[in-house]
């Protein structure tokens, strides 16, 4: 009975050894387990972070149509100035800038053009300035710079008093459309056809 006894010892003793190994080897791969985890979760967290500047971008497009206050610039006549008061023209006149008070607007161009067509007075309060746009009916369609050159379109009829007041017309309106667009050249077209051609044909 005695020997049966001790020939079970071994093989406890070899179970015993197994169960340890395993349970070492269990032990260290857990650690690299846990280690690559919050690897696993970086690339996610970074596509995030990639998506929030994206969608806080989106909202940032209608800032750009933003209107903005300032005065605006429009051009009157002095007559018989002889360029004293600001450049020379026809005969023997002179431009002058004049201001208005803060407007709202999101084009200069537009309103500076249509601020000046929309004043139908002969003279500029008691200023002494003649307005030579007064006897037109005119309105702003649209405008565009190219380079340093703005074409401004404009649509219904000129009235012109005579040959003096052609330029007069012609250059309240130049100077109005290149002050407002920073430019050193204007274009106007009335109908699709040059201003100047408008007036010759009258």
Same mark, same amino acid.
């Given at each position: ?9 071994? @093989? ?6 197994l169960? !340890? ?6 032990? +260290?791969?857990?650690?690299?387990n ?8 970086? %690339?996610?967290?970074?596509?995030s ?9 989106? %909202?940032?497009?209608?800032?750009s149509?933003?209107a903005?206050t300032?005065?605006?610039? !429009?051009?009157y ?11 020379e ?17 999101t ?9 000046? !067509? ?19 009916d ?7 710079? +190219?380079?340093? #050159? #703005?074409? #401004? ?12 007041? +052609? %330029?007069?017309?012609?250059?309240? !309106?130049?100077?109005t459309a ?9 274009? @106007? ?5 040059? @201003?100047?051609? #408008?007036?010759?044909?009258?």
């Amino acid at each position: 009975m005695r020997p049966q006894r001790m020939s079970r010892l071994p @093989i406890a003793l070899g179970l015993g050894m197994l169960f !340890l190994a395993t349970g070492c080897s269990g032990g +260290d791969g857990d650690g690299p387990n846990n280690s690559t985890a919050p690897a696993a979760q970086t %690339p996610s967290s970074a596509e995030s972070d990639q998506a929030s500047p994206t969608g806080s971008s989106a %909202p940032s497009a209608p800032s750009s149509a933003a209107a903005t206050t300032a005065a605006l610039t !429009l051009f009157y006549v002095a007559v018989g100035d002889a360029g004293q008061s600001g450049p020379e023209i026809g005969c023997g006149d002179s431009l002058v800038a004049t201001q208005t008070g803060p407007e709202e607007f999101t084009n200069q161009v537009e309103a500076s053009m249509a601020a000046l !067509l929309a004043d139908d007075n002969e003279e500029l309060g008691g200023s002494g300035l003649r307005n030579a746009l007064a006897a037109s009916d005119l309105e702003y369609v649209t405008s565009l710079v +190219d380079g340093d #050159v #703005v074409t #401004v379109e404009l649509e219904g009829t000129v009235s012109s008093g005579g040959t003096c007041d +052609d %330029p007069r017309i012609i250059e309240q !309106l130049k100077y109005t459309a290149m002050t407002a667009a920073g430019t050193g050249e204007a274009e @106007i077209l009335v109908e699709g056809e040059k @201003i100047e051609e #408008v007036l010759s044909s009258k």
